[in-house]
């Protein structure tokens, strides 16, 4: 979906007041560090000269315009391709179109973003010493490295912007966070040396490597997890119609329950509550979430099942049918009195049917064949309806076009107990007359049905959730550096982790609402259509199941990416559900190969770009 004009200009019109607030920030706050002194190693007090092998970083304004730019251009990206995962099993399964999610989850990214993204963030502490380490950064002593520092977290930006760029163009989902991690990995390792990387599982490259297979793996159990309860307990139900309508406050209330409390866990501003108050918000929240999907969700949804907008609709088609032909066999009635009494003066006693209109005497059976012929036609519709072997309401339209040919036995019995039926009767828009003994099928779909809000609302709630914890992954580099050139040398304020701004996650969550409007659509169709076929019931369990693994990991400390989640929900259940050949492996095998470039990939790209600006800010 092209980008409009209007978002263009406006981006263009956003980059220069970023690049030209950004010079104003840094040059106000370089007077506060005209002549700094620093703590030297092994000494009590200061004040120690700097040694000056590099420059003072607080006359690196350059560097804060061009990362304020390139920040714009990392959370664009970022929209365009992590943010939309959460979106992807909804368009699938094709619960909502393309240019409704993209719209929704833009809005839903910025709202999280803007309303609980600002606050401290620790996205460039993973993988690489902080600026503090002594051995490293030194931030805060007279050999201080922060100079190099701040054109590293640039190159940082820089790198992963451009992977992302080029993995949202090839339609592939990549992690974003294990972007920036490379390309601040890359920065450390050109600038201080591979002695200051940190390789452990809890913060570390180890975590990362391990995330490649944790993730996908454990997310793949939580999805076939929900895809079986949900399977057993209301789509093979007795009355699955029923059994979805009285399970339906209750996965809202589980899902949002889940999507609350991992939100409150990890945002920034209320990562300090504690785990009573979170619960207790969650609660709150969900139990309001669960009344409405009660009192105004349960009838919506009776209201609007499939079986009873078909009926209606089959009842409408008969109804006009009839009153065609009736109309119709009244005006022939009337031509052939008037033929007959023609006939009656010119011969007494002549047969009739030497006068008949040709094709009259099959008027009547016309009819009765295009009764049966509906019947036929509806029981064809049923008996494609998901079933416990093939639950998927997509298989009919597959490419091949072999579902035809392969009718089942039930579809055979649909289809000959209809063609049975008695050619006089009138339309029947009872599905269940229509079925025979056999109504499964239909509350089944009916049962299918009630997934698709429930869908819709989870991917909405996932996307403010992501909006609110990864947009910093395009914004803490960009803090740590206009943090590095307001306070200079001086250790205080420079040397601990970034703040994003309340007004940097504004415009940087516009930047990700831009981009999945604009380009979201690429990694939506692969993970959503490329991948596996999907109802809404199996979309809900994937999605669902990757949020649930997302929370548990998070919180016992697990080392996880969303986006390797989300495809290996997908995978997981598509498997369960249809079997191991209804999964595209070449497609997962390529998905698989850009999560392994990803990493050295933005460590090539930005150890070469720090390199070549080292040089440009020695003393």
């Given at each position: 979906m092209p980008m409009p004009l209007g978002i263009h200009v406006g981006v263009i019109l956003l980059l220069l007041i970023i690049m030209l607030s950004s010079l104003?920030?840094?040059?106000?706050?370089?007077?506060?560090?005209?002549?700094?002194?620093?703590?030297?190693?092994?000494?009590?007090?200061?004040?120690?000269?700097?040694?000056?092998?590099?420059?003072?970083?607080?006359?690196?304004?350059?560097?804060?315009?061009?990362?304020?730019?390139?920040?714009?251009?990392?959370?664009?990206?970022?929209?365009?391709n992590d943010s939309a995962n959460s979106w992807a099993t909804s368009v699938g399964?094709?619960?909502?179109?393309?240019?409704?999610?993209?719209?929704?989850g833009g809005i839903c990214e910025w709202l999280g973003a803007s309303l609980l993204g600002y606050g401290v963030s620790g996205t460039i502490r993973h993988g690489a010493a902080p600026p503090a380490d002594e051995n490293c950064w030194a931030c805060g002593y007279c050999d201080s490295k922060m100079a190099l520092f701040t054109v590293g977290m640039f190159s940082a930006l820089c790198s992963a912007a451009i992977f992302l760029a080029l993995a949202t163009y090839t339609s592939m989902p990549v992690s974003t966070t294990h972007a920036i991690v490379g390309g601040v990995v890359g920065s450390t390792f050109a600038m201080v040396g591979g002695d200051c990387l940190v390789w452990k599982l809890d913060g570390g490259l180890g975590g990362i490597v391990a995330s490649w297979v944790v993730s996908p793996a454990f997310a793949g159990i939580m999805g076939i997890f929900v895809y079986l309860t949900t399977e057993y307990t209301i789509l093979r139900a007795k009355s699955p119609r029923n059994a979805a309508l009285t399970a339906l406050p209750v996965l809202y209330f589980i899902s949002t329950f889940?999507?609350?409390?991992?939100?409150?866990?990890?945002?920034?501003?209320?990562?300090?509550?504690?785990?009573?108050?979170?619960?207790?918000?969650?609660?709150?929240?969900?139990s309001g979430a669960a009344l409405v999907a009660q009192l105004y969700l349960v009838p919506l949804a009776r209201q609007s099942f499939p079986s009873e907008t078909s009926a209606q609709e089959d009842g409408f088609d008969a109804t006009a049918r009839a009153l065609a032909d009736s109309t119709w066999s009244e005006n022939a009635a009337f031509e052939g009195s008037n033929n007959n009494n023609s006939s009656n003066n010119n011969n007494n006693?002549?047969?009739?049917?030497?006068?008949?209109?040709?094709?009259?005497?099959?008027?009547?059976?016309?009819?009765?064949?295009?009764?049966?012929?509906?019947?036929?036609?509806?029981?064809?519709?049923?008996?494609?309806?998901?079933?416990?072997?093939?639950?998927?309401?997509?298989?009919?339209?597959?490419?091949?076009?072999?579902?035809?040919?392969?009718?089942?036995?039930?579809?055979?019995?649909?289809?000959?107990?209809?063609?049975?039926?008695?050619?006089?009767?009138?339309?029947?828009?009872?599905?269940?007359?229509?079925?025979?003994?056999?109504?499964?099928?239909?509350?089944r779909e009916d049962a299918v049905s009630i997934f698709r809000h429930l869908l819709v609302f989870v991917a909405a709630v996932l996307s403010f959730a992501h909006g609110?914890?990864?947009?910093?992954?395009?914004?803490?580099?960009?803090?740590?550096?206009?943090?590095?050139?307001?306070?200079?040398?001086?250790?205080?304020?420079?040397?601990?982790?970034?703040?994003?701004?309340?007004?940097?996650?504004?415009?940087?969550?516009?930047?990700?609402?831009?981009?999945?409007?604009?380009?979201?659509s690429r990694v939506m169709a692969t993970v959503g259509q490329g991948l596996t076929q999907m109802d809404f019931h199996l979309a809900f369990s994937m999605n669902l199941g990757s949020a649930t693994s997302v929370l548990l990991a998070t919180l016992f400390g697990w080392p996880i990416s969303s986006t390797h989640c989300q495809v290996g929900a997908v995978v997981a259940v598509g498997?369960?559900?249809?079997?191991?050949?209804?999964?595209?492996?070449?497609?997962?095998?390529?998905?698989?190969?850009?999560?392994?470039?990803?990493?050295?990939?933005?460590?090539?790209?930005?150890?070469?770009?720090?390199?070549?600006l080292r040089e440009a800010v020695r003393g």
């Open positions: 104003s920030l840094a040059h106000g706050s370089s007077l506060e560090s005209e002549e700094s002194s620093c703590p030297s190693r092994g000494l009590p007090s200061p004040p120690y000269v700097y040694d000056g092998a590099f420059v003072d970083p607080s006359r690196l304004q350059w560097v804060v315009a061009l990362s304020g730019v390139v920040g714009v251009a990392m959370a664009f990206a970022l929209g365009a399964s094709g619960a909502i179109s393309v240019r409704s999610a993209c719209l929704i889940m999507i609350i409390y991992l939100i409150l866990m990890k945002a920034k501003p209320t990562k300090g509550l504690s785990t009573l108050i979170r619960s207790i918000v969650s609660i709150l929240v969900s006693n002549g047969d009739e049917m030497e006068l008949r209109e040709p094709g009259e005497e099959d008027r009547t059976p016309s009819f009765e064949v295009s009764a049966e012929a509906t019947k036929v036609e509806h029981a064809r519709r049923q008996g494609h309806r998901p079933s416990l072997t093939a639950p998927l309401a997509g298989n009919r339209d597959r490419p091949d076009g072999d579902d035809d040919d392969d009718e089942t036995e039930d579809d055979r019995q649909l289809l000959g107990n209809a063609a049975a039926a008695s050619s006089s009767a009138p339309v029947n828009t009872n599905e269940t007359d229509i079925m025979g003994n056999d109504n499964y099928a239909v509350e609110a914890n990864d947009t910093a992954n395009a914004t803490a580099p960009f803090s740590a550096v206009v943090q590095a050139v307001r306070a200079g040398l001086h250790s205080e304020r420079s040397c601990g982790d970034p703040d994003d701004p309340w007004w940097v996650l504004v415009v940087a969550g516009g930047a990700v609402c831009a981009g999945i409007i604009s380009f979201g498997c369960a559900a249809m079997g191991v050949r209804e999964v595209q492996w070449g497609m997962l095998g390529r998905i698989a190969l850009s999560w392994i470039l990803t990493l050295p990939f933005a460590f090539v790209l930005s150890a070469g770009l720090s390199a070549v």
